[in-house]
């Protein structure tokens, strides 16, 4: 489906794609807010769904936890509408920039799934850490909107 | 190090760090420039470099092609000093944002690992698809700055 990675300096510095799939057969996707610039969240692409993406021009991932292809809003209404889609120098991680409109992004019912902050410059006792909240409210009840689908955070 | 990942509501509602690293021992990294927003880098780290991260302020990476930790700038000049880490939802990934001042953070030059963008739309035959490239302008000459470092792209 895509081009054989078989010269770094076409990698690099070439026009042409030539992504980089681990041996799960999964690209790491960063997904950032194309009116605010926050990061949404992180997630994981194959190559169906990143073809997918690009066609479509709405965010398709990989869900680990559901090991299946996940358009994302399919069950929440929150699609993301992607605006722009890079890759990075060696073509082995994918940052897309989309537009969710007044949505969420998280399955936890946040606008970002990184809501949370880590304190910075101790580290005697990273097991007492207090991290702070970055989001107040809640987009969404997600009791209301998932009803009976299964967490996808896993211990 | 960190606490033991035991409940699923007190990972995604709770103030403590229960970090997941997979079983290579890393955590998949966001890195963004604090001035403009932009993703700079997707990296990786293991407890140690998350902990030094942490305390020096400065983003300590794990190298997965020169396996070992990887103090980012070290060779460079490039450091990038940390104004904030964030964690998501499940904490399994993380996002720092970060001053680079005016230097760059990838090692073919460019400020910015995501110089090429994907065009939208058409894949029918994905691989004469032809990218964008963002960044007109190196930061730096890989081959000066470098010079007998091997280079960490891996086809």
């Avoid at 078989?6 to 790491?28: A, Q, S």
């Avoid at 007492?128 to 967490?151: A, G, H, I, Q, S």
Wanted: with cysteine; charged share 35%; glycine share 6%.
């Amino acid at each position: 489906m895509f081009k054989k990675r078989d010269n770094i300096k076409e990698v690099e510095e070439g026009k042409f794609l030539y992504p980089k799939f681990d041996k799960n057969g999964l690209i790491p996707v960063i997904t950032s807010d194309f009116k605010t610039g926050d990061i949404l969240m992180h997630g994981y692409m194959n190559k169906e769904s990143l073809k997918k993406t690009i066609e479509t021009k709405e965010a398709v991932y990989w869900s680990r936890s559901r090991k299946k292809i996940w358009h994302k809003g399919k069950v929440s209404g929150f699609i993301q509408k992607v605006k722009e889609i890079r890759i990075d120098d060696d073509q082995d991680s994918i940052w897309i920039t989309v537009d969710i409109g007044k949505g969420a992004s998280c399955h936890v019912g946040y606008r970002s799934c990184f809501y949370r902050s880590i304190p910075l410059g101790e580290t005697k006792n990273l097991k007492k850490l207090k991290m702070k909240f970055k989001e107040r409210k809640k987009v969404f009840d997600p009791k209301k909107v998932y009803k009976n689908e299964t967490n996808p955070t896993k211990l």
